[in-house]
């Protein structure tokens, strides 16, 4: 699948900060079926028990991944979490390269509702979330405190033109989870 858009990271975020120095330093993008992939490998600091990521840092990837999906349709947008349900299928690895997608379910005038999974690298998805989001301007956010720079384009030559995802047989897209 193609790549449209890549999106801002900021400097401090635990799931998408460039400078916090235990985070997932994940990329997200914005894809052609208008969907967003955050890419990410969580490492052993991450861990839970050996060997296995934290549920709470998936959840983070997936919250993130989720609440992003909004800046398609609105790029001015942040996804705000009002409510998040997770599910987790099986361990996710560390040291491996993590695939978390998240799409728009419902879209209302000041929340939406989306759903996304945790894939990995041999398709099976570990991790599946819904959530409600709250919708925030970047200006409101700047009005809070938010510095007018918190987010910045990191481009690098190896972010991806296309991103193959591949994925469980058994996953329903059409079936909506409350």
Not at 30 to 53: C, F, K, L, R, W
Not at 60 to 74: H, W
Not at 171 to 176: A, D, E, G, S
Request: contains cysteine; charged residues 25%; aromatic residues 6%.
């Amino acid at each position: 699948m193609k790549v449209v858009r890549k999106q801002e990271n900021a400097r401090d975020c635990f799931v998408c900060g460039r400078e916090n120095e235990t985070g997932l330093k994940a990329d997200f993008f914005e894809m052609e079926d208008g969907t967003v992939v955050g890419i990410a490998v969580a490492q052993p600091t991450h861990q839970s028990y050996p060997n296995i990521v934290h549920g709470g840092v998936g959840t983070a990837l997936l919250d993130e991944t989720i609440g992003r999906a909004i800046k398609v349709l609105e790029p001015d947008t942040w996804g705000v979490t009002v409510e998040l349900n997770v599910k987790f299928k099986i361990p996710v690895p560390y040291g491996e390269r993590l695939i978390a997608t998240g799409r728009i379910t419902d879209n209302g005038g000041k929340v939406f509702c989306g759903e996304g999974e945790i894939i990995l690298p041999n398709g099976d998805i570990a991790v599946t979330a819904t959530g409600v989001f709250f919708k925030m301007s970047a200006n409101r956010l700047i009005s809070m405190g938010a510095e007018e720079d918190m987010m910045q384009m990191y481009i690098s030559d190896s972010d991806p033109v296309e991103i193959e995802i591949l994925e469980e047989k058994s996953v329903n897209r059409n079936h909506r989870s409350n």
